[in-house]
């Protein structure tokens, strides 16, 4: 599914299963995933304010991880997507 350079306002994607959505460049503003499935969604240069990720049974992303700015997402997805983030920040994880 295309929704590139969008523009969403006040919109709840319920129990979905969005998969291969490309979110690129698009306007998201109070934007909601309760019991949806993201899999391998883009949302490259993304905007977001008050996008809320936290009840998302999955949240997979393909690429757009800098693009989370304004969203707010849970402490287990935090971990899930810890990995990417460092990659994006240049961080290299090492034990």
Partial sequence: MNLRNTKLREVAFVNCKLRSVDFGAAALTKVTFPGSSLEEVEFERAKMSKV??????????HSGHGSLKGATISSLQLVDLAPAFAQVLGVTVQD
């Fill in 52 to 61: 809320d990720f936290r009840g998302a049974a999955e949240l997979g992303l």
